[in-house]
């Protein structure tokens, strides 16, 4: 279904409402047992007592008043930990999509999941429910790493969880893993990649560690109790992790993710083409019509809002041409593939002319982008660099 310059797409009159239809859907599910040190994420722990029951009827009620008949490519489901609630929780979760979207086109059903939830009945619901890929939050097979981060499962954990999803099936499996860990060295990063790659994952996202405002370990950091990596260390083990998964034959696609052929994630490649999406659930981001917007963030606030019939939408921003376009390079960017001018040209009406070109020009020279007349790729080097390369030029 192509979209229009500024991302619209045609109706869906489903129900008599004005329903864009989208290809892809994300659905956030809130609950984690806890939070850890280094996640800034909109998550509700369970004991913050708002019962998972109350969050699956307004689910419920969001499916059925925005996304009622739509039948997206791809799902994904992330959080939170949808995995962390109960087998019959999981399985209401799945019906309410079920029972409401069209699922019949869809081509990728992805979950997150985290190691020690990741249960024998909990697979089972997933794979009843035809949930095609599963990334599991594996960030590191190293217990010290493990500790640092605050996780709770360790490497046995996620080789269990590994084998259950292929025993029953699941063909695509991501591991996630986050890099340049306060005390790691690249010893210990090089064996967390080998032990990944022993499982066979079709998948790999590595993510540099951030040290987000307000959270536990940026704290601690503050407090000297953690010695965060310098940023050529940083580099460093990111040319490593590179290095390492090439040679295993995984396709480099974008900035954090590494895939065997035929593996990559639609859902994501698809928001990085800066495609439209909807988003359900708290603090879930959509963009439909050029407009972004964004759900209340606390599952409390957008439950009472839908139980009284209004909009969860807490923030929202129609783009204007000039912010559509330079959000399609920034996206566009992320991907090795990189940004074409004439796709910017048929989405539009203006392709590398709306750029800087003396930013180009100086960006290529330092040899951190890869000019010609039709694409504009970041290098090896403006990979380690990326977010300066993309403020540089736009
Ligand atoms: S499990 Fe994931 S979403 Fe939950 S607190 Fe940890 S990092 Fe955040």
């Avoid at 419920?60 to 489901?77: D, H, K, M, Y």
Wanted: hydrophobic share 40%.
């Amino acid at each position: 279904m192509p979209s229009s310059p500024t991302g619209a797409v045609p109706e869906n009159r489903a129900h008599g409402a004005f329903l864009p239809r989208v290809r892809s859907i994300y659905i956030h599910s809130p609950y984690c047992v806890r939070r850890c040190p280094y996640c800034d994420f909109a998550i509700t722990l369970f004991r913050d007592r708002v019962p998972p029951e109350r969050f699956l009827r307004s689910l419920e009620l969001e499916v059925q008043r925005r996304a009622q008949g739509q039948s997206p490519r791809t799902i994904f489901v992330g959080g939170g930990t949808p995995t962390a609630l109960k087998p019959a929780d999981l399985d209401r979760f799945f019906q309410i999509l079920e029972h409401n979207l069209d699922l019949g086109r869809l081509v990728e059903f992805s979950v997150e999941a985290n190691p020690e939830n990741l249960r024998p009945d909990r697979v089972a619901v997933l794979v009843r429910h035809g949930v095609t890929r599963v990334s599991i939050g594996a960030q590191s097979f190293d217990s010290t790493t493990l500790r640092v981060l605050g996780r709770r499962h360790d490497a046995q954990q996620i080789e269990r969880s590994f084998a259950l999803l292929r025993a029953a099936g699941i063909r695509h499996v991501n591991i996630d893993c986050i890099y340049a860990v306060p005390g790691q060295t690249i010893a210990s990063l090089d064996s967390d990649i080998a032990r990944a790659l022993s499982l066979g994952p079709d998948h790999l996202s590595t993510y540099c560690l951030t040290y987000e405002r307000d959270t536990e370990i940026t704290h601690a950091r503050g407090a000297g109790l953690v010695k965060p990596l310098s940023a050529s260390r940083e580099a460093r083990f990111y040319r490593h992790i590179r290095a390492r998964l090439a040679k295993a034959g995984y396709e480099h696609y974008e900035i954090s993710n590494f895939a065997l052929p035929g593996a990559r994630c639609l859902h994501n490649v698809s928001c990085w083409r800066h495609q439209p999406y909807l988003g359900l659930g708290p603090s879930a981001a959509s963009f439909v019509s050029g407009e972004r917007r964004q759900n209340h963030p606390r599952l409390a606030d957008w439950c009472a809002r839908i139980e009284a019939g209004e909009d969860p939408t807490i923030e929202r921003e129609a783009l204007s041409p000039e912010r559509a376009l330079r959000e399609a390079v920034m996206l566009g960017l992320r991907r090795s593939a990189g940004v074409r001018s004439s796709s910017l040209r048929r989405a539009f009406g203006r392709g590398f002319e709306a750029l800087d070109a003396a930013a180009l020009a100086r960006l290529s020279e330092l040899g951190l982008i890869d000019l010609s007349p039709d694409r504009i790729r970041l290098t090896a080097r403006g990979q380690e660099l990326a977010d300066g390369v993309a403020e540089a030029l736009l």
